[in-house]
C-alpha cells in the first residue's frame, strides 16, 4: 500500500472487533483478504462492515501489517471529535495495534472531514498511515496536497472475491437492523400457549436441550410450522434453551445460524423477542457481524432490559472481543470477557 506513514504494504484481515461501534469480520469463516492497495481497501470496507457506510468514519487498525480491527461510528460533531480521538486511541491500546487507516464517508459537502482527520492524525501522530476522504463514489487523501481523488472501484477484483467469500455489503445499517425486527402478533397466542405448556411439563435442562436441538434441526432443514415457532421462540428465552442453541453455535455454522435466528425474530411478536434476539446476536458475533450484534443487544434489552445474553453481547461488544475467542463450551457457563490489560 502506497501511504506517507509506517506500516505500508499488504494487509492480512482477520478477527474484527468493536467497541461501542460497528464492525465486521473477513475472517469469520476462515476467509482471508489481501488488499495490496488504498483503492481495494476502500471498495471493501461496506463488505468488512456488511454495509455501505454513510456519514461514518470507519477505523481500520492494523498490527504490523495484519488489519485487526474495522470500526465505524456516525461522525461526530465538529465540537465533539475530541471524544472520538480518545475512543480511537483506547481501540488502538486496548487491541495493541501500531497503525491505523482513517476514513470519513460523507457527502454533505458542509461537514468539515478534514478537520476531523487532521484532528485524529495530529492526536494519534505515528500510527496514522493514511487518511481518506470518500465522497460522491470517489476518494482522496488528505495527506497528498494535490488533492486528486479516484473513483471507487465498485467492479474491485476485492469486491468480487467478497461476494465469493460470503460477505454481503447491504445498502446501509437500515437494511441491516431488518433482519433484527420483530414480528407482528401473528404468534401472540401459539407462543402463551407454548409457554403454558412449558410450565405444566416442568422439563428438566436435558429435556430443553433435546426439544431445542430438534426444533433447531428441523428449522436449519425446512421452515418451521406455527406452533414449532412459537416454542422454539420461548425455548430461546430460558436460561436451558440458550445453552442448548449456544451448544450448536460454531464458526463454520454461526452464518447460517445468522439466517436462522432471524428468520425466528422476524415471526416473533415483541413480548416474547428477546431471547431470539440474544441468540442471533451471538450468532452475528461469531459470524464476525459485530453491527448486527450491537443492534440485537439494543433492541433485546428494549424489550428486556434483565436479558443476560443482551448483556452478555454488549460487554463483548464493549472489550472488543473478537470471534474467534468463541468456544461453544462456553455456552453451559457464563460468558467470561477477557481484560484488554492482560496479555493476549
Given at each position: 500500500m502506497n501511504s506517507d506513514g509506517p506500516n505500508s504494504g499488504d494487509i492480512d484481515s482477520g478477527d474484527i472487533d468493536s467497541g461501542d461501534i460497528d464492525s465486521g469480520d473477513p475472517g469469520a469463516a476462515g476467509h482471508r483478504m489481501r488488499i495490496g492497495d488504498r483503492g481495494d481497501l476502500v471498495a471493501a470496507v461496506p463488505y468488512l462492515l456488511g454495509f455501505h457506510p454513510a456519514e461514518?468514519?470507519?477505523?481500520?487498525?492494523?498490527r504490523g501489517t495484519r488489519l485487526v480491527v474495522t470500526a465505524r461510528v456516525d461522525l461526530p460533531d465538529p465540537e465533539r471529535a475530541g471524544e472520538l480521538v480518545a475512543r480511537a486511541a483506547q481501540i488502538l491500546d486496548t487491541q495493541r495495534c501500531d497503525g491505523v487507516l482513517l476514513l470519513a464517508?460523507?457527502?454533505?459537502?458542509?461537514?468539515?472531514?478534514?478537520?476531523?482527520?487532521?484532528?485524529?492524525?495530529?492526536?494519534?501522530?505515528?500510527?496514522?498511515?493514511?487518511?481518506?476522504?470518500?465522497?460522491?463514489?470517489?476518494?482522496?487523501?488528505?495527506?497528498?496536497?494535490?488533492?486528486?481523488?479516484?473513483?471507487?472501484?465498485?467492479a474491485s477484483p476485492k469486491v468480487a472475491e467478497a461476494v465469493v467469500a460470503g460477505l454481503r455489503a447491504l445498502p446501509s445499517r437500515e437494511g441491516l437492523a431488518d433482519l433484527a425486527r420483530h414480528g407482528d402478533d401473528t404468534l401472540a397466542e401459539s407462543c402463551?400457549?407454548?409457554?403454558?405448556?412449558?410450565?405444566?411439563?416442568?422439563?428438566?435442562?436435558?429435556?430443553l436441550d433435546a426439544r431445542t436441538a430438534e426444533l433447531l434441526d428441523a428449522g436449519l432443514a425446512g421452515p418451521l410450522g406455527e406452533e414449532a415457532a412459537?416454542?422454539?421462540?420461548?425455548?430461546?428465552?430460558?436460561?436451558?434453551?440458550?445453552?442448548?442453541?449456544?451448544?450448536?453455535?460454531?464458526?463454520?455454522?454461526?452464518?447460517?445460524?445468522?439466517?436462522?435466528?432471524?428468520?425466528?425474530?422476524?415471526?416473533?411478536?415483541?413480548?416474547?423477542?428477546?431471547?431470539?434476539?440474544?441468540?442471533?446476536?451471538?450468532?452475528?458475533?461469531?459470524?464476525?457481524d459485530g453491527a448486527l450484534q450491537l443492534i440485537c443487544a439494543e433492541r433485546a434489552l428494549a424489550i428486556d432490559e434483565t436479558e443476560p445474553l443482551a448483556h452478555d453481547l454488549l460487554d463483548l461488544n464493549a472489550a472488543m472481543v473478537p470471534p474467534s475467542a468463541w468456544d461453544p463450551a462456553h455456552a453451559r457457563g457464563p460468558l467470561s470477557v477477557p481484560d484488554p490489560d492482560e496479555p493476549g
Open positions: 461514518s468514519l470507519v477505523l481500520v487498525a492494523l464517508f460523507s457527502d454533505d459537502e458542509d461537514y468539515p472531514v478534514g478537520y476531523l482527520l487532521a484532528r485524529l492524525a495530529q492526536a494519534l501522530a505515528g500510527v496514522v498511515v493514511d487518511a481518506l476522504v470518500v465522497r460522491h463514489a470517489a476518494w482522496c487523501s488528505v495527506f497528498e496536497p494535490d488533492g486528486a481523488t479516484e473513483a471507487v472501484d465498485a402463551t400457549e407454548a409457554m403454558l405448556a412449558l410450565i405444566r411439563s416442568d422439563p428438566d435442562d436435558d429435556e412459537a416454542e422454539l421462540a420461548v425455548l430461546a428465552g430460558t436460561g436451558a434453551g440458550q445453552a442448548a442453541a449456544l451448544g450448536r453455535l460454531t464458526r463454520d455454522r454461526a452464518p447460517d445460524l445468522v439466517g436462522f435466528w432471524s428468520s425466528v425474530v422476524r415471526r416473533t411478536p415483541e413480548p416474547w423477542a428477546a431471547g431470539p434476539l440474544a441468540l442471533l446476536g451471538m450468532a452475528a458475533w461469531v459470524s464476525g
